[in-house]
């Protein structure tokens, strides 16, 4: 129980389908058909400006959809810092970053052609080791926003991810489904990583 229990933490979900294009519409389906609390993820690299310093600094952002992490946490400072379902952007930004450009919770920072008021810093995310964000540090956003950044078009490179939670935890049911679905993983080139993996 507790391999289990620590598993989902640093997984933060039940199943991740991960794949570098944008999910077709077939995929789609299946991954809605399949249930669950589902969150999605954009990822991509760009240039963040920091107005206040006139700086900028190479960033991977994370453009989120729904509750993930669904087991553990986004560490933040202050405690529990939004960044999702906010009328205005909004972002979570690695605290080093928050350091090295001497920038503070409601300062700005650019991406794109869209600024974005910094609510939190970002201290842990669950899963992953503090050097995940070495070289390009994270930074968090709705993915309501992120069109509007004019940073995601057409050869811009992106990865896409898919975090479920199931109920019951991941099990038989969601196994024989992931194994049913071999051909159409393969033919939209998606990696998967589940609890028991």
């Known amino acids: 129980q507790a391999v289990e229990l620590e598993s989902r933490a640093l997984v933060g979900a039940d199943l991740v389908l991960r794949t570098r294009q944008a999910p077709s519409n077939e995929l789609k389906r299946w991954m809605a058909r399949l249930g669950g609390e589902q969150s999605s993820e954009q990822r991509f690299r760009s240039m963040a400006f920091f107005p206040k310093t006139g700086e900028s600094r190479f960033v991977q952002i994370r453009a989120m959809t729904g ?109 024989a489904e992931l194994k049913a679905a071999d051909t159409l993983f393969l033919e939209n080139g998606v990696r998967k990583t589940t609890v028991e993996d």
């Open 67 to 175: 509750g993930f992490p669904f087991y553990g946490e986004l560490e933040t400072q202050p405690s529990g810092a939004a960044f999702r379902g906010l009328p205005d952007p909004a972002a979570l930004i690695e605290q080093a970053v928050l350091d090295r450009f001497n920038l503070e919770v409601g300062d700005t920072v650019r991406l794109g052609t869209l600024d974005f008021r910094i609510v939190g810093a970002l201290t842990r995310v669950a899963g992953e080791s503090e050097l995940s964000g070495f070289f390009a540090p994270r930074i968090f956003i709705d993915a309501a926003w992120a069109s509007q950044t004019g940073l995601i078009q057409e050869g811009s490179v992106v990865s896409y991810r898919q975090y479920f939670r199931f109920d019951a935890g991941y099990g038989e049911t969601e196994a």
